[in-house]
C-alpha cells in the first residue's frame, strides 16, 4: 500500500482480554518494527522484524507479549490476559531495509484502552 | 545504553517568528544517526529531518535545521518563520549505525500562536 496501515485504529478492551493488532507495511518494505507509546512518553522500542524473521525482541515487557509475520508482510502483536498498564498507542513502522541509511514510515498507530 | 532527553516541556512561538527545540544524547558510539520527528494532533508520526552523525554540515530541510554538536552531544532544532501547521509535539531520536532501533525522547509540545 501506500502508506503503513494499522487496525484497528481504536481498541478498547476488559482486562484479562486478548487483543491482536495489525500492521500492514508498506508494500516491499523488509523491516518492520512494533513501538509502543505511553501518553506523554516518546515511543519504545517492543521488537522487529526482516522478512518473516523476528531479529530482535529485546523491548517486549514480559511473556503476554508476542509478534510475528509469519508471511514477511503483515505483523500481528498480541498481548494475552491484558492489564491496564497496557494502555497505550501502539505504532507499527516499516523501512525497505535494515539499516540507518533507510527512514522508517510510520502507521497511524492502534489506541489501545484497557478497562 | 543511548538515551535522548528532551529538557523543554512546551515551547511558544509566535507565528512568523524562530524558535529552537533542544535535545541531548548519550552514546558511546561514534556512528550513529539523529532525527527530528513531528506529531501532530492526526497522531502521525512524520520524519523532519535527520542527521549523519559523520558529516559535519547541518542538516537543513526549509524552514527546518539542525545545530549539531558532536562533542557536546547536542542535536537542537530550529524552525524559521513559524507556521500555525508547525504546532505539534516534536521528538528527537538516535539510532546507532550498528542496529535498527530508534530511541525517543520524551517530545516537546510546541504551541504556535498568531
Known amino acids: 500500500g501506500a502508506g503503513v496501515s494499522q487496525s484497528p485504529r481504536y481498541k478498547v478492551t476488559k482486562r484479562g482480554q486478548d487483543v491482536a493488532l495489525r500492521c500492514d507495511p508498506i508494500?516491499?518494505?523488509?523491516?518492520l518494527y512494533w513501538y509502543r507509546q505511553a501518553l506523554g512518553q516518546g515511543p519504545e522500542f517492543l521488537t522487529y522484524f526482516n522478512y518473516e524473521a523476528q531479529q530482535d525482541k529485546s523491548g517486549l515487557p514480559n511473556d503476554r507479549f508476542s509478534a510475528e509475520r509469519p508471511e514477511g508482510s503483515i505483523s500481528t502483536l498480541t498481548i494475552q490476559r491484558t492489564e491496564q498498564r497496557d494502555s497505550a498507542m501502539y505504532r507499527c513502522?516499516?523501512?525497505?531495509?535494515?539499516?540507518?541509511?533507510?527512514?522508517?514510515?510510520f502507521g497511524s498507530g492502534t489506541r489501545l484502552t484497557v478497562v | 545504553a543511548q538515551t535522548v532527553t528532551q529538557s523543554q516541556p512546551e515551547m511558544s512561538v509566535q507565528e512568523a517568528e524562530t524558535v529552537t527545540l533542544s535535545c541531548t544524547y548519550d552514546?558511546?558510539?561514534?556512528?550513529?544517526?539523529l532525527f527530528w520527528y513531528k506529531q501532530p494532533p492526526s497522531r502521525q508520526m512524520i520524519l523532519v529531518i535527520r542527521?549523519?552523525?559523520?558529516?559535519?554540515q547541518n542538516a537543513t530541510e526549509n524552514r527546518f535545521s539542525v545545530n549539531f554538536q558532536k562533542a557536546a552531544k547536542s542535536f537542537s532544532l530550529k524552525i524559521s518563520d513559524s507556521q500555525l501547521g508547525d504546532a505539534a509535539m516534536y521528538f528527537c531520536?538516535?539510532?546507532?549505525?550498528?542496529?535498527?532501533?530508534?530511541?525517543f525522547g520524551k517530545g516537546t509540545m510546541l504551541l504556535v500562536s498568531p
Open positions: 531520536a538516535y539510532r546507532s549505525a550498528r542496529y535498527s532501533t530508534l530511541t
Open positions: 552514546t558511546s558510539e561514534s556512528d550513529y544517526y
Open positions: 513502522a516499516s523501512s525497505f531495509l535494515t539499516g540507518a541509511n533507510y527512514g522508517y514510515t
Open positions: 542527521q549523519e552523525a559523520y558529516k559535519q
Open positions: 508494500s516491499g518494505h523488509v523491516s
